[in-house]
């Protein structure tokens, strides 16, 4: 399958992070089945399942990161064309595992900062389960090369910190307001916390929620409006469908 790859790349600096490291070996080939049935992979997929619905058969389509392909079969019944894209190739493997014969998906290894396609090249981009990962510099850039390479629309997943986890950490500083669930939910973060252990010289590599009104001017700055937000009940998870001006 051929695509304009490379033409138009962007020349960002390509931040390092500990978690561009993290989905290599057992974590690829166990990825699915420690998620598959939880609550957010399910409300994920039928977010993304509804989006799809509105898109014109033909249309093309960047999955960023694509990670083991969970909504390639969503693409396939959508008859679109895919470029999926991932950091890592332990991934990629099992991604192409669920590619159907003749399907039109073109799988690469590539970074969020530097994305192999060119300019105005994509109709819709997808991108779920990764802006917790990288810091807002990293984030920024993410935006930035998006709509360099969207000519259309974008649907992302943020968790924001004005969610239920900003409601846990309110609830320490007054503890009569904790519901039973930010209970819970402060045990299982306390306990994470305590577990979480540095590599000597390297940063911990841990998930983060990002502020909103940043977030929207990161949005507004790159040249996208926020056509929809929508929220994943009982997280701090938020879809947002992004726009592009003209």
Do not use: H
């Not at 994920?44 to 799809?52: L, P, R, S, T």
């Not at 093309?60 to 990161?65: A, E, I, K, T």
């Not at 332990?90 to 969020?112: F, I, T, W």
């Not at 004005?162 to 320490?172: H, M, N």
């Amino acid at each position: 399958m051929q695509n304009k790859y490379q033409k138009g790349v962007s020349l960002l600096a390509v931040k390092s992070y500990q978690a561009k490291d993290n989905y290599f070996g057992d974590k690829a080939t166990t990825y699915d089945e420690k998620r598959e049935g939880k609550n957010l992979w399910e409300q994920e997929k039928k977010v993304i399942e509804n989006y799809i619905k509105n898109i014109k058969k033909g249309k093309n389509l960047l999955d960023l990161p694509i990670g083991t392909g969970r909504f390639i079969d969503l693409y396939e019944k959508a008859e679109l064309t895919v470029y999926g894209i991932d950091i890592s190739e332990d991934m990629l493997k099992e991604a192409r595992k669920k590619v159907a014969k003749n399907q039109k998906v073109s799988l690469l290894q590539g970074d969020a900062e530097n994305i192999p396609l060119a300019d105005n090249s994509v109709d819709y981009i997808v991108c779920v389960r990764f802006m917790n990962w990288v810091p807002i510099s990293v984030f920024e850039n993410v935006v930035k090369e998006f709509s360099r390479v969207t000519r259309n629309e974008c649907i992302v997943s943020i968790p924001l910190k004005d969610g239920i986890f900003l409601k846990a950490f309110e609830s320490v500083v007054n503890p009569r307001k904790a519901t039973n669930k930010v209970k819970t939910l402060l045990i299982l973060l306390s306990n994470k916390i305590i577990k979480v252990k540095s590599k000597p010289g390297k940063e911990v590599s841990k998930s983060s929620s990002k502020n909103k009104n940043k977030v929207l001017q990161i949005f507004n700055k790159n040249g996208f409006i926020v056509n929809k937000e929508i929220k994943i009940p009982n997280s701090s998870w938020v879809f947002f469908i992004l726009k592009k001006e003209e």
